[in-house]
């Protein structure tokens, strides 16, 4: 599921759209109405960004409204952390190897 998180939020739209939603729930309307894009274009990036279980929708109505998951983030927070820990590791046993050198 990381896989499609990152292939999700790597899009620079569909990353303002997560960006908007971390500040509470909006229509799909409103997502749409600061850009560019047409409502249809951004439907198809929330529904990217709810297969990667990012975003959910609830239609009421003729409008849908978006919210970011509670635990959207907490896959990507913890592969992000234990990247962190594997390179730092690796890097200060390059560190240590150069110094010895």
Known sequence: MVHRQFAALGD???LAIVERLARGPTTAGDLAAPTSLSLPAVLKHVRVLEEAGLVTTVKRGRVRECRLRDDALVAVAEWTAQQQALW?????ALGTLLEDM
Not at 88 to 92: E, F, G, I, M
């Open 12 to 14: 620079p739209t569909r």
């Open 88 to 92: 730092s590791t690796r890097l200060d």
